[in-house]
């Protein structure tokens, strides 16, 4: 099995709507072609009789060591893909040993989220319009044990999105024959997601939601939150102010916002495109990485996403020197093709693929892939 097959999996149990909504990109998806060639065309010369019998896979980041260069993404919406998604992430990372980074939009709490599974969680933050809409989800996550805060500040108006419009997945959800149609052809989704959540007491809500207890995916009754409208720096410097913990910035792609950022008290920074769902024509961070590595220097955390299907993709972002890599869809693949389980899978084969990947190229340690050559090295030299 692969990321490819557990895509193929999500695909069939998944309502078109949702499917969709996790899988594909903004505007005319040309970030999704675009990140997914920088990856490919980026070819690696092997070195042989190096690798030694045994890889080790461990990462050393803010200032822990941890067993595999993984962290789950934050990603809104996991409970659409499964009933109670996030926990099964989180008890998946738990089993792990890995991070699990927890939603402002998600459909459970990180209070409801820690009490179910004692992982190792990290929060995710979007500023709604109104300070005291999210001052108090700071208290919250802190409450809950959560020592990383992950600022998203790559997202100051909504993308668009037609494909989700058109299949009835924009928000708030509204019904309609088609989605009807859709959501009928999936039983065993409806069944789990919808149906369980109906016997819990309603449809799934946004959990952060200063009126949660309304809140519904539907939004009916309450007006929906907002982004802070014109975000910049001068928010960070709040958010910095307010959380005693790490802060790490995500969704920075430019060396100069790099060094802002750690000017400004970030622990470290996210090299994210946002799995290209937000703005079509952007780099691939794969090709930012060493710039921004250039700019903030060796001692400062450089975490990477978006796009990574394959162990080898994490070879490379890894070999462009990030940390460690932010996993998104593969997670919700797995989490739609077989729930926990499936989650714990999927990064078994992602660990198995780069290890192999590793093998391959001679490297026995993380250290060893940020010295593999590479073809530009040698090409025209
Ligand atoms: C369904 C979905 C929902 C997401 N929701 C959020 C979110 O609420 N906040 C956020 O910072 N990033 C969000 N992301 C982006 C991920 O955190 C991550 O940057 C991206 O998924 C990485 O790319 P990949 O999915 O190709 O691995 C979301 C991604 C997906 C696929």
């Not at 100069?256 to 920074?269: I, T």
């Not at 024509?281 to 590595?293: E, G, Y």
């Not at 490379?316 to 997670?331: F, W, Y």
């Amino acid at each position: 099995m692969d990321c490819r097959e557990a895509r193929a999996q999500a695909r069939r149990r998944l309502p078109r709507g949702v499917f969709e909504y996790i899988d594909r990109g903004t505007e005319a998806e040309t970030a999704m072609s675009h990140n997914r060639a920088r990856f490919d065309a980026l070819r690696v010369v092997p070195r042989v009789l190096t690798g030694g019998a045994a890889r080790d896979l461990s990462a050393d980041y803010l200032g822990t060591h941890r067993e595999l260069p993984f962290i789950m993404a934050p990603t809104a919406f996991s409970g659409m893909v499964r009933h109670r998604g996030d926990i099964a992430l989180s008890r998946a990372a738990r089993s792990l040993g890995l991070p699990f980074c927890v939603a402002t939009e998600g459909l459970l709490s990180i209070d409801e989220i820690a009490a179910a599974s004692p992982a190792e969680h990290w929060f995710q933050i979007y500023l709604w319009t109104g300070e005291e809409n999210w001052r108090p989800l700071l208290a919250r996550a802190r409450d809950a044990g959560v020592e990383i805060l992950v600022m998203t500040i790559d997202t100051p108006v909504y993308p668009k999105r037609t494909f989700n419009q058109h299949n009835g997945f924009g928000l708030p959800l509204r019904y309609g024959p088609r989605n009807i149609a859709d959501v009928l052809s999936r039983p065993l989704w409806a069944a789990d997601v919808l149906g369980r959540a109906l016997v819990r007491g309603g449809l799934p809500r946004f959990a952060h939601h200063p009126r949660a207890a309304e809140a519904t995916i539907t939004g009916r009754d309450v007006p929906p939150m907002t982004h802070q409208a014109g975000l910049n720096w001068d928010h960070v410097a709040k958010v910095r102010a307010a959380w005693k913990g790490k802060l790490l910035l995500k969704g920075i792609l430019h060396p100069d916002d790099a060094r802002r950022a750690v000017s400004e008290g970030a622990d470290g920074v996210i090299v994210s495109s946002h799995g290209m769902r937000n703005l079509d024509i952007s780099v691939a961070p794969l090709d930012m990485l060493p710039a921004l590595r250039k700019a903030l220097g060796d001692k400062t955390t450089l975490l990477a996403d978006s796009g990574v299907q394959r162990g080898s993709d994490v070879f490379k972002l890894l070999h462009a020197d990030a940390d460690a890599v932010l996993l998104g869809r593969a997670m919700l693949y797995g989490l739609a093709s077989g729930g926990q389980a499936g989650v714990q899978a999927m990064v078994d084969i992602l660990a198995d693929e780069l290890d192999r990947t590793m093998a391959m190229c001679g490297c026995r340690t993380l250290a060893d892939i940020r010295q593999a050559s590479v073809e530009r090295d040698y090409i025209g030299k």
